[in-house]
């Protein structure tokens, strides 16, 4: 019988990668080889779900082994009692200095970092290619400010995935006169230093300037600011394939408020890009209704209509999450979208349809709720395809409602 020892470090290797996690730890105790193989894997993919774990990471795990992280996510939720002298920017800083081969970030914060030690870390990263950052504190006492977002993803030479959730647009990038009341400002965020590139332009649409992006993706932000996008043309611009854009709690009863930021932003992607994912309607022009005489003055300021605006781009595919927008507003959306030159159109809950979780067959109740929302989608979908234009959607080929395991539609065209 073959000796585990006398195996080829490579095969050793490969059979490591192939345990769970589990069995990983378990061969790692064995023997100091053994526990010297299994590193990479442990530390492969490393998740702090609180600023306690943070801090333990931070203290107790040997520096050298930050070369093996290559995914690492981070919450900053405080579980248990508060600790004294800790700095979450600081420990952070220390994990991220010994990162050298991370490729992917994700960044849960219930507080803001420091600026001045978190920005230099990051031009460091060389390999992070995704980052992902949401505030998971409460947005009207601890805003996330856009400005340290864009800057820390500006500083990343090799990102290609952005995620953002939950970011606060910042006193210094907006007109506090077009904010809606009950929309939170980052008002104290003066400590962000100039970026190298940037310099002190770190609005929300600056990250359209970032040269290696190809897939960005702003959930639950307000965006209704960025009507007019004034992005120079002299920056170097990413070649978009996919935009998500959804909409916000804060203006969510009017979403037709921000309908021009909306398409201010997927016409800054460039004149094509692959997929458009939608968690919000778009209204045209004539839809656009003060739902309050409060809303009438902003909406005089921020809606303006330009019969000489720039076309929507191309896009392949439109996405809609019907978790998030009613199927009432798919004929406005639809119109809005109608010169695109869309081929594909696919609906179901959450972002796209191949992270969609299967429905429990033993569960009835959400099943036949499922089944339902079918039944109301197909109803809108058959009356669009009755009233197409002939000059309209003449590339649409698919349409595809998935809402669950065998809960689905499709329509060839």
């Known amino acids: 019988m073959c000796n585990w020892h006398s195996l080829p470090t490579e095969l050793l290797i490969d059979i490591v990668n ?118 998971c504190g409460l947005e009207e006492d601890t805003p996330l400010s856009e400005r340290l977002v864009v800057s820390l993803a500006a500083s990343l030479p090799s990102l290609t995935h952005l995620r953002l959730s939950r970011i606060s647009r910042s006193a210094a990038c907006v007109d506090l006169c077009d904010v809606p009341y009950n929309v939170p400002v980052a008002m104290h965020d003066f400590d962000v230093p100039p970026h190298s590139r940037l310099g002190t332009n770190l609005a929300l649409p600056s990250l359209l300037t970032i040269p290696t992006l190809k897939v960005l993706e702003i959930r639950d932000t307000w965006l209704g600011c960025d009507s007019k996008l004034d992005i120079d043309s002299d920056e170097s611009r990413p070649r978009i394939e996919k935009l998500l854009l959804t909409g916000n709690m804060y203006t969510s009863d009017n979403p037709a408020l921000d309908n021009d930021a909306y398409t201010a932003w997927v016409r800054a992607c460039g004149p094509s890009f692959n997929t458009l994912a939608l968690g919000t309607a778009l209204a045209p022009k004539a839809d656009v209704v003060p739902s309050s005489p409060s809303l009438a003055s902003h909406l005089e300021r921020e809606i303006s209509w330009d019969n000489g605006e720039a076309e929507l781009p191309r896009i392949s595919h439109l996405h809609i999450d019907a978790s998030l927008v009613t199927v009432d507003t798919l004929s406005s959306t639809m119109e809005v979208l109608s010169n695109c030159g869309i081929t594909r159109v696919t609906i179901s809950y959450g972002d796209d349809t191949s992270s969609l979780e299967t429905l429990d067959e033993e569960d009835d109740f959400t099943r036949q709720c499922a089944l339902d929302d079918l039944e109301e989608w197909k109803d809108a979908i058959e009356e669009f395809l009755q009233l197409l234009g002939s000059g309209q959607w003449h590339a649409l080929r698919r349409i595809d409602v998935t809402l669950g395991k065998d809960v689905r539609a499709t329509w060839e065209l």
């Open 18 to 135: 192939r345990l769970p996690s589990s069995a990983v730890r378990t061969l790692a105790v064995t023997c100091r080889s053994s526990h010297s193989l299994c590193l990479p894997a442990i530390f492969a993919n490393v998740i702090l779900p609180s600023v306690e774990s943070l801090q333990a990471f931070a203290l107790h795990v040997p520096r050298q082994y930050g070369r093996y992280i290559l995914s690492l996510s981070v919450c900053s939720e405080q579980k248990g009692t508060p600790l004294e002298h800790f700095s979450p920017t600081d420990a952070l800083v220390t994990i991220l200095s010994t990162a050298s081969r991370l490729q992917s970030l994700a960044l849960s914060l219930a507080s803001p970092l420091d600026p001045p030690k978190i920005i230099p870390a990051f031009g460091h990263l060389e390999n992070v290619h995704t980052l992902d950052v949401r505030n």
